[in-house]
C-alpha cells in the first residue's frame, strides 16, 4: 500500500507573521516614494513623512525581538534607519542633479546593504547574506532608477517601476518571514539552496 504524503499547512499564526512582515517592507517603498514627490515638488510635509519612515526600522524590529532578543533587534533597527537616511540622502542629491553626491550616497547605501546583510545571514542560518544583499541591492536601484524617471517625467517608466518594486518588497517580507519561521520550526522550514 503507497502511504500518501502529509501535506503541511501553514498556521493562521504563521500567515499573519509573513503578512506583517510583508506590509512593514511593503510600506517602506510606499513612504519612500512619498518622500520622492514631497522632495520633488515641494508639497506635503517632508518632516512628517520621514518621521513615518523612521518608525518602520522599530516596527521590524520589535516583530524580531521575539524570536531574536531586544539587543539583536535594535542592532537590526539601527542598520535600517542607517539604510533608510542613505536613502533620503540618495534622493536629495538625485534631485539637486549633483553626481559626485549620488555617487558617494550610492556607495554608503551599498555599505549599509552589505552590513544588513551581514548582520542578518549573522543572527539566522536561514538567511544568506548573498540573497539579502540581491535583495537589497535591487531596492537600491529601483529606488534611485524611480526617482530618476520622476524627474525626467517618464510616467509610464515611473509606474512600471513602481509595479516591479511593490512585488520585490512582497519578496523580501517573505523572506524575512521564512527566516524568522523557520527558526522556530527548523525542520517544516529547511534551510534552501543557494538562489532560493
Known amino acids: 500500500m503507497v502511504q500518501k504524503s502529509q501535506e503541511q499547512y501553514i498556521t493562521y499564526g504563521q500567515m499573519n507573521l509573513i503578512n506583517d512582515f510583508r506590509s512593514h517592507w511593503n510600506e517602506l517603498a510606499i513612504w519612500i516614494r512619498s518622500y520622492m514627490v514631497s522632495t520633488i515638488t515641494g508639497f506635503s510635509n517632508i518632516a512628517a513623512i ?65 552590513e544588513i546583510s ?17 535583495l537589497l541591492y535591487q531596492l537600491n536601484n529601483m529606488i534611485s532608477t524611480e526617482m530618476i524617471a520622476m524627474l525626467l517625467e517618464e510616467h509610464d517608466r515611473e509606474l512600471d517601476i513602481r509595479d516591479r518594486m511593490l512585488k520585490h518588497t512582497l519578496m523580501t517580507g517573505d523572506y524575512m518571514a521564512r527566516g524568522v519561521m523557520h527558526a522556530l520550526v527548523p525542520k517544516e522550514f529547511p534551510i534552501p539552496a543557494p538562489g532560493q
Open 118 to 134: 551581514t548582520f542578518l545571514a549573522s543572527i539566522n542560518p536561514y538567511w544568506d547574506k548573498n540573497h539579502w544583499e540581491s
Open 50 to 114: 520621514s518621521n513615518r519612515l523612521f518608525r518602520i526600522p522599530s516596527e521590524l524590529g520589535g516583530m524580531l525581538e521575539p524570536f531574536f532578543g531586544k539587543d539583536l533587534a535594535e542592532r537590526f533597527q539601527h542598520l535600517l534607519l542607517v539604510y533608510i537616511v542613505n536613502m533620503q540622502h540618495l534622493i536629495a542629491a538625485q534631485n539637486a542633479r549633483d553626481q559626485s553626491a549620488c555617487d558617494a550616497v550610492v556607495a554608503a547605501l551599498h555599505r549599509s546593504a552589505d
